[in-house]
């Protein structure tokens, strides 16, 4: 089997991350976004990933050789010229998803992080013998998207509703999609979205179903979304895995720390904190709702919540850093400062404090 991953563009909401990092390799939950996607779809037995991308393919690529190895799966990329929306890329890897087989293959956003019941949505697409299956999931403001409104017995579609005003449902298109080779058919060469233009005609043939995801989902393209992803995924490994949650005395709640990270005396971590490789905590450092990234030295009594730490920055002994504070690559910040809201660039010192959410350039 074969899927492919739409990655698209810069990742400017991730910003500062993204400027070191094509958004697909920003660390979430201690690997990278997109290895998450490509570990699931190898697991349902897909055995050749293409990667849709405008951006940077050759960091992609270097990046994920080592992986395909390690995974033994064969990845590719099918490279933009010009933005081609979300259906567009599938009429340009046209050639490297059909092969004689005629099977399904599967396409996800790179966004969106989930339990990916890979293995039962094939099922469900074998089951009701339409062309295509496409993965929804509950909302509780169903305003802010576009509504699948579908039957409930079957699942099949019967049409999008974007934006709605007044209540037609709670579902919506959650990003992962399992298509017969014939939807390519009907898809052009020219910048076009699968969601507004190719799902409502496949709909309008009663050839559309849609399975309710079971578990949690998030697109995490933007902090806020990020850090909300991450207690849903650490929630989810503890009722799949909990021994690759951290315990101990000075843990609470859900925390995922990597095995070469160096944790001091008296610190309180957690709920909803992951600590990456390399990184160092000394005594008495309060962490909690927060991703701080490979390389990160967080000196004596700093307290951090709600916020991401970018690789190998550093944060002052006392500092305090909180409410969406985002600070990039190799970022250090002094002792004693406080920072509320900074989204800082990488490689800046930060001498004063930062009292409002601003960026520092």
Known sequence: MKALILVGGFGTRLRPLTLSVPKPLVDFANKPMILHQIEALKAAGVTEVVLAINYQPEVMLNFLKDFEAKIGIKISCSQETEPLGTAGPLALAREKLIDDSGEPFFVLNSDVISEYPLNEMIEFHK????????????????????????????????????????????????????????????????????????????????????????????????????????????????????????????????????????????????????????????????????TVM????????????????????????????ENMTILGEDVHVCDEIYSNGGVVLPHKEIKTNILKPEIVM
């Not at 179903?209 to 650490?234: C, K, S």
């Not at 390389?295 to 850093?321: E, F, L």
Request: hydrophobic letters at 40%; charged letters at 25%; one cysteine or more.
């Open 127 to 290: 089951s009701h013998g339409g062309e295509a299956s496409i993965m929804v999931t509950k909302v509780d403001e169903p305003s802010k998207y576009g509504v699948v409104v579908m039957e409930e017995t079957t699942g099949q579609v019967e049409k999008f509703v974007e934006k709605p005003k007044l209540f037609v449902g709670n579902k919506i298109n959650a990003g992962i999609y399992l298509l017969n080779p014939s939807v390519l058919d009907r898809i052009e060469l020219r910048p076009t979205s699968i969601e507004k233009e190719i799902f409502p005609k496949i709909a309008a043939e009663k050839k559309l179903y849609a399975m309710v995801l079971p578990g949690f989902w998030m697109d995490i393209g933007q902090p806020r979304d990020y850090i909300t992803g991450l207690r849903l995924y650490l929630d989810s490994l503890r009722k799949k895995s909990s021994s690759k949650l951290a315990s101990g005395s000075n843990i609470v709640g859900n925390v995922i720390v990597d095995e070469t990270a160096k944790i001091g005396e008296g610190c309180l971590i957690g709920p909803d904190v992951a600590i990456g490789p390399g990184c160092i905590v000394e005594p008495g450092v309060r962490l909690s709702r927060c």
């Open 294 to 321: 490979r390389g990160v030295r967080i000196k004596k009594h700093a307290c951090i919540s709600s916020s991401i730490i970018g690789w190998h920055s550093t944060v002052g002994q006392w500092a305090r850093v």
